[in-house]
Each structure stands twice: as structure tokens, then as C-alpha cells.
């Protein structure tokens, strides 16, 4: 495992505490993960999760504009809001999350990859996760969890975790050890949390340590969960917004970082309420679909100058626009922004 070395920033009010490092100790602490559910990049020889074949209908998903909220994003914003169906998703009987707290731990390169901060490496995430828990795209995934009512989501504690880059791949396994590291001292531990491990420019990050499905070549982000000793731990590895394959297409309503930070963020927080263990929501009648999630279902892609690139929905959350890609609704089955 890289060198690591771990600098808290306790809540959202910016009170510091220096804590010790990311050991063995950690990782001899997670017992066990549940299937590792990616994102796959689009590349030569790489099949999407959430192929099929989707049918187009003319129309708009997202939701209308509010009397204060503007009624475009600008001139020359792609946005390609079409209602797209590919196929259910089914409750395979495992458990959903109903509430929680959704944290961030942002990995901080020492001086040697130059400087990185939340907002120049992710650009905001906690304002990204702030406007999508408020947001009524959020509520889409009522339908999944039997549960309706607002604020039941909510942006928790952000941590940064500084570390020396050795060039070294991180594995899933480290990942793990990381949020157990944090988890154990805050206590926010269980179905009630869900920690986004947040990756900078040239860290690659793969599912283990044969490093054959990385990052680099393989995955844009994933979610997963482990059983560990101080209890059950959900988290998602979050790579910089701008990988390429894994960005969206421009111009959009914020430009490639923030837009990209924030399709993998809202991807992976409402996979991870829906189907924490891969084991609760997800599809399994379709051949063509076969394993994928709410937001699997709607991601789609098409290639531009020689890299793909995701269509997006240009949609206003909360607070501003964001073009990202929308979540799958059985009730309307659909691919759509708002239940």
C-alpha cells in the first residue's frame, strides 16, 4: 500500500486533528467485500456496463424550471434529454439504504504531482453531493427503498487524507483500509454511511493487486462494501472528474471537471443506496443489461476527437446546473430526472 498518512478535517467546520497513519492494523480489520459493482470506461475492447439497445423517444426527462431558476444553462450547452428505456431493474432481496450520511475523503498527493485541493482536483464535491441530496432527482430512488420523505440523505464529515505517492497502484483492499481507518474513529459505521474515497491525477487506483483492471485502463469509478471488525462499511473509489473516457461531453453547464466529479458522484451514491452490497436492485432479465444498476442503465456514451465521451442531460439541482446523466425509473421505465 502506498505511503499514507492521515490529516482529519473533523465535520464541516474546518477543525483539525492529526491523527496517525493508514496501517496494518486497517487492513487486517476488513474481513470481507461484497462484489465490486464499476463503471467501465469505454475503451478499445471494453463493453459498457449497461449496454442493450436502447430505444430513443423525443422529450425531456428532467424536471421543469422553477419560476427562480433559469430557463436555460446557456448558448452551446450539449444536453441530450431523451427519455431512453432499456430495461427494469429487479429487487433481488438484498438490503437497500433508506438514510445516511454520505462522507468524502479527499487522497492528497504531497507536493511531488504539485498542488491539489477539493475544489482544483474535484471541484467541490461537497457542494456536488449538498445539491444532489436536496435535489428532487434524488427522489427517484423512492421507489427502491420504500421510503419518501426529504433530507433523509444528507452531506456528513470530509476528510483529507494527504499521502507520499510511491507509483504504486492502490488496491481495493487499501481503499477498504482507508475508510476503516476513518470509520473507526468517528464511528459512523454501517448501512447509515457512505464514504467516496476521492483520487487525484496520475493515482491509479485497481480492484487488486494483479493490477489488470485499473483506472488507468479499465474502470471510470465503482462502489462496494466489507465486513470489518468494527462493523459494515460502504464506499466508492471517485477518480479525478476529468479521466479520460470517463468525462462528459462539452461544452456543459460547468465544464469537464465539476460535471464529470458529478455524474460519478451521483452514479455511485445512488447505486450505493440502492444496491449497497450488490445484492438489493439491479438488472437480471435482460441479457443485454444483465447486472446493471439504476445509473448503469443510463449511462451512454459516443466518441469525439478519439475518446468517449458520455451524453449528459443538462438539469438544475438545488443550486445550479449540472450536465450529467440521469437514473433509471421503473415506475416510468425510463431513464429519467425526476420520479
Not at 227 to 244: F, K, R
Request: charged content about 15%; glycine content about 10%; aromatic content about 10%.
Amino acid at each position: 500500500m502506498p505511503s499514507v498518512y492521515a490529516l482529519v478535517v473533523i465535520g464541516l467546520v474546518g477543525t483539525a486533528e492529526q491523527l496517525g497513519e493508514v496501517t496494518a492494523v486497517d487492513r487486517q480489520a476488513v474481513l470481507g467485500g461484497a462484489r465490486g459493482v464499476p463503471r467501465v470506461k469505454i475503451a478499445a475492447g471494453k463493453a459498457r456496463v449497461g449496454g442493450g439497445d436502447p430505444r430513443a423517444l423525443s422529450g425531456r426527462a428532467g424536471p421543469g424550471a422553477a419560476a427562480s431558476v433559469p430557463a436555460s444553462p446557456g448558448a452551446g450547452i450539449v444536453s441530450y434529454p431523451r427519455v431512453r428505456f432499456p430495461s427494469d431493474v429487479v429487487y433481488n432481496g438484498g438490503q437497500v439504504i433508506r438514510s445516511a450520511q454520505i462522507h468524502n475523503i479527499f487522497m492528497i498527493p504531497t507536493s511531488v504531482y504539485g498542488p491539489c485541493t477539493p475544489a482544483s482536483c474535484w471541484g467541490e464535491p461537497d457542494r456536488i453531493v449538498r445539491d444532489l441530496v436536496e435535489s428532487d432527482f434524488i427522489h427517484v430512488i423512492d421507489q427502491y427503498v420504500a421510503s419518501s420523505p426529504g433530507h433523509r440523505y444528507t452531506l456528513g464529515r470530509s476528510y483529507i487524507n494527504q499521502y507520499t505517492p510511491s507509483g504504486t497502484p492502490f488496491t481495493d483492499a487499501d481503499v477498504a483500509a482507508i475508510v476503516h481507518h476513518y470509520a473507526a474513529i468517528s464511528g459512523d459505521v454501517g448501512y447509515g454511511h457512505i464514504y467516496h474515497v476521492y483520487f487525484p491525477p496520475g493515482q491509479d487506483v485497481c480492484f487488486d493487486s494483479s493490477f489488470s483492471q485499473c483506472t488507468s485502463n479499465y474502470f471510470c469509478a465503482y462502489h462496494n462494501s466489507a465486513d470489518t471488525d468494527i462493523g459494515h462499511l460502504i464506499y466508492s473509489i471517485q477518480p479525478p472528474g476529468d479521466l479520460p473516457g470517463c468525462t462528459m461531453a462539452q461544452p456543459s453547464a460547468n465544464g469537464p471537471l465539476i460535471d464529470s466529479t458529478a455524474d460519478a458522484i451521483f452514479h455511485e451514491s445512488l447505486e450505493a443506496i440502492t444496491d449497497p452490497d450488490g445484492t438489493a436492485w439491479w438488472n437480471s432479465d435482460n441479457a443485454g443489461s444483465l447486472g446493471s444498476e439504476v445509473a448503469d442503465l443510463c449511462d451512454f456514451f459516443f466518441f469525439e476527437g478519439g475518446l468517449a465521451v458520455e451524453e449528459p442531460t443538462t438539469l438544475w439541482l438545488t443550486t445550479r446546473f449540472y450536465s450529467v446523466a440521469m437514473v433509471y425509473n421503473n415506475a416510468r421505465h425510463a431513464c429519467t430526472a425526476e420520479p
